[in-house]
């Protein structure tokens, strides 16, 4: 089977979808330890190094140890691009750069690993510099596509848009994947074995759903009901708390989303297995890369 290099893995998200198209994750690498616990617990067979991408040390043993590697996959943190970051932007502006930077630092040390194909996943709002990624790329020799997805079309309950980059150079080739009828949240939910609910919602909070069910109105921050019937909202970081704000209603009751909820509706199985606190958990579901859609773009990765 191909094999591949997951930088910036998290809690696993990419490579699951690439191991669900038979390829093999030799290594991931990360600085969240509570992710790479739960990447650890999953991929028992995979080595996992806990480092900053610019240390040295780590370029140095990647570039022994993972040389000709098929593919090098990954999602640069993507808070210096994210809507959700606005507030802070202007206060934590050297921070935010840092961020910036990430994705360009990610794909030289991918192609200093002479892969076949490298992949990097990205919020839209990050376009800027996904072009230079593209650009420096195809400046090395690679044939690069970039577009965005929305990964309710590709077996994922849920509306997510984000940019895949897929470059790829002699002996790979990349069909972009074609999209299918999406899933709903209500279909997902209930799939055997269902994920635990969430907890019964304030009666504060219920006033807040109410009313924002009877305004349509939505705010960032605000509550608001999942419609089962679509695909859900997407699944943030700053979203995915237990308290708001998004709610499922059965019967005239709302409850918060639980983690097991939110993992589902981000296309894990109910058979991964996470590591940490709840908060931290439900910090490294919504920071995925869904897996489901991983699988499409590995999906339609050819090797010769």
Not at 218 to 225: A, D, P, Q
Request: glycine residues 6%; positive net charge; charged residues 20%.
């Amino acid at each position: 089977m191909p094999t591949f290099v997951d930088l910036f893995s998290g809690c696993g998200g990419m490579s699951l979808g690439f191991s669900l198209a038979n390829w093999t994750p030799l290594c991931a690498v990360d600085v969240y330890e509570d992710a790479l616990k739960t990447y650890s617990q999953n991929f028992p067979e995979t080595e996992v190094i806990c480092a900053d991408v610019n240390d040295q040390d780590l370029q140095n043993k990647l570039k022994t140890k993972y040389l000709n590697v098929d593919a090098v996959v990954g999602g640069p943190p993507c808070q210096g691009f994210s809507m959700a970051s606005n507030r802070n932007r202007a206060t934590n502006k050297e921070r935010y750069e840092q961020l910036n930077s990430l994705p360009l630092k990610y794909a030289k040390l991918a192609r200093s690993l002479c892969p076949k194909v490298i992949v990097m996943e990205e919020v839209p709002a990050a376009k800027v510099v996904v072009d230079e990624v593209e650009t420096y790329l195809i400046q090395e020799g690679y044939n690069v596509t970039a577009q965005v997805y929305n990964a309710s079309k590709y077996s994922v309950p849920q509306s997510r848009k984000r940019i895949i980059l897929v470059a790829t150079r002699s002996g790979a080739d990349f069909v972009p994947p074609s999209p299918e009828a999406p899933i709903s949240s209500g279909e997902a939910l209930n799939r055997s074995p269902r994920p635990s609910h969430g907890t019964l919602v304030s009666e504060k909070t219920k006033s807040k759903i109410l009313l924002f069910k009877e305004t349509k109105q939505r705010l960032w921050g605000k509550f608001e009901t999942i419609d089962l019937s679509k695909p859900s909202p997407t699944i943030l970081t700053v979203t995915n708390s237990s308290t708001g704000p998004y709610a499922l209603q059965r019967g005239n009751n709302f409850y918060n989303l639980s983690a097991e909820e939110s993992a589902r509706l981000q296309s894990f199985p109910s058979s991964y297995v996470f590591h940490g606190t709840t908060t931290s958990i439900r910090k490294q579901i919504g920071n995925a890369v869904p897996p489901m859609l991983a699988r499409a773009i590995a999906s339609s990765i050819t090797l010769r």
